[in-house]
């Protein structure tokens, strides 16, 4: 059933399989398409291979089987490097072949990313991703979208089968990645002022479960809030998403603001507390973890499975 | 039919008729209370007059003809005024009677009114409300409470009639102050970080009417954010809740906080964003006007009606 349609759909790569890659992967192959894979840890790929996808040996070697390409690796250091370098995708893929450059980047680098891959005879979509690791898995991403509208066409499906939405920000690379860098400052913001709320409302007294439920259905809520919360009346601090993604993330956001010499006064602070908590020892801890810089309160415990 | 249960209810009085006293004073009359009101403004007091209810000539005269008492004023020295100054209502009210004091105050001013209040022979809850005064015209508050379950038990026709969410806290005044307090660190925060998103977004040449659309539905949405943004991209500074209100409110959870020796490093950078825009000319609009100190960016303006 789910390969009915197989012969009209396009082969897909994937370049990166981590959570939101093995995510994107994986729903590509449900809605039945032939999906390539790369990812240098080779025990990934051989799981992906083992659930119907076809690992490939480099991003070269991806690129000369398909037209669409998507990029969902950590940073633009490493979307440089499948692309551009040993065994790089871009010099393999065929003419007019789309490239769907995922990573969270400044939307400086999405620009000139656009402008190389154009001069290459490729596409382009700037099209970084919001929702997360089970998003990612049922195919539900939120997708900040901008490029050729001609590339789009043909990458509909490939978006029917990973977004619940697609947003369509621009006919050039850099508005998706613009978007998202804002998202981002607003969600790190968001999870430090949290843990900050939190970490007075215990200093005062107040029951952390009960601060959590009357703030949720507030004007003091936030969507991290809801979410990241959780992790701090459990006690329970395994990485969903890392202290160190933060650092990353608003580390783009104050480099690209400072390049156009504008303040961020928030979002400093809040980059500050995440390097805080980072020296503290707790970078690779979940991202509410950031909690952990303020002294002399007593954080709940982690309860006993 | 709407005052066909008025002889079992209890005579209320409601201290100050802005925005937020107006609202629950009309939804008491509504739910057929003999509603007796107090305020400094003649013609306020005469127009809830005109819609049925009774208007008293001093806090005092208001206090000897009810048992329950809810004091809406803007903050803990008019709370105090009004109870405790001259004409007040603490030495008129007969023993027995709840005063439900809702102003945004320090939990420790919260506390010690309690105190206070029961040396006399009286009740105290300490009952902060939040929802804007449209909830409080349509009787949907939410109110973070703490007081005597007793006090409670006399007053729960008064909540059941202004509130769609009554949070008991705790049995004594302190706790339903120390809530509100963490809400408003959040809300405060949110609004500057809305602010501050934006006029990145808007300097880095995003649509802000896109990123509106976007953000909201993903991980960077606070409800501040849904809620204050729409103001900026009308162009339109009405206060609904004025840059001032967030320096009263960010500045009692800063003291709060700073005679514990604690430390808020968000809430002082969002105070100080307020404070700019105060200086700047701008305490009296809405609080979105915060994003006015951003220099350097074109805002949306106003649309022509």
Redesign the interface.
């Known amino acids: 059933m789910a390969n009915s349609n197989a012969a009209q759909l396009p082969a897909v790569g994937v370049i990166g399989l981590g959570s939101m890659g093995y995510g994107v992967a994986a729903s590509l192959l449900r809605a039945g398409f032939q999906v390539h894979a790369f990812d240098v840890r080779r025990e990934t790929l051989d799981r992906f291979a083992a659930a119907g996808g076809i690992a490939a040996e480099s991003p070269a070697a991806l690129a000369a089987r398909v037209r669409i390409v998507i990029i969902l690796v950590v940073n633009a250091a490493q979307t440089d490097a499948v692309l551009f370098g040993e065994n790089g995708a871009a010099g393999a893929l065929p003419a007019g072949a789309v490239v769907i450059s995922s990573a969270t980047v400044a939307?400086e680098f999405a620009v000139q990313l656009g402008a190389r891959l154009t001069a290459m005879g490729l596409h382009n979509i700037d099209a970084p991703v919001?929702?997360?690791a089970v998003k990612a898995a049922s195919g539900e991403l939120?997708v900040?979208s901008a490029g050729d509208p001609a590339a789009f066409e043909l990458c509909q499906p490939v978006f029917d089968a990973i977004a619940a939405?697609l947003?369509r920000?621009g006919d050039e690379p850099g508005?998706g990645s613009?978007?998202k860098?804002?998202?981002?400052?607003?969600?790190g913001?968001?999870i430090?002022?949290?843990a900050?709320?939190?970490?007075?409302?215990i200093?005062?007294?107040?029951?952390p479960a009960?601060?959590y439920?009357?703030?949720s259905?507030?004007?003091?809520?936030?969507?991290?809030?809801q979410?990241r919360v959780p992790h701090i009346l459990d006690g329970d601090y395994t990485p969903h998403s890392a202290v160190n993604i933060f650092i990353k993330d608003l580390g783009i956001?104050l480099d690209?603001?400072r390049k156009?010499?504008?303040?961020?006064?928030?979002?400093a602070?809040?980059h500050?507390?995440f390097l805080s908590a980072a020296a503290a020892g707790h970078g690779a801890e979940d991202d509410a973890a950031v909690i952990k810089i303020?002294p002399?309160i007593t954080l709940p415990e982690r309860k006993q499975p």
Do not use: C, R
């Open positions: 939307p919001s929702g997360g939120s900040m939405k947003y920000l508005q613009t978007v860098m804002i998202n981002q400052l607003l969600a913001v968001h430090a002022a949290s900050e709320a939190m970490a007075l409302g200093k005062a007294g107040a029951d009960a601060l439920e009357v703030i259905n507030s004007a003091g809520s936030s969507w991290m809030f979410n956001v690209s603001a156009e010499s504008f303040p961020l006064p928030l979002t602070t809040a500050q507390m303020f002399g």
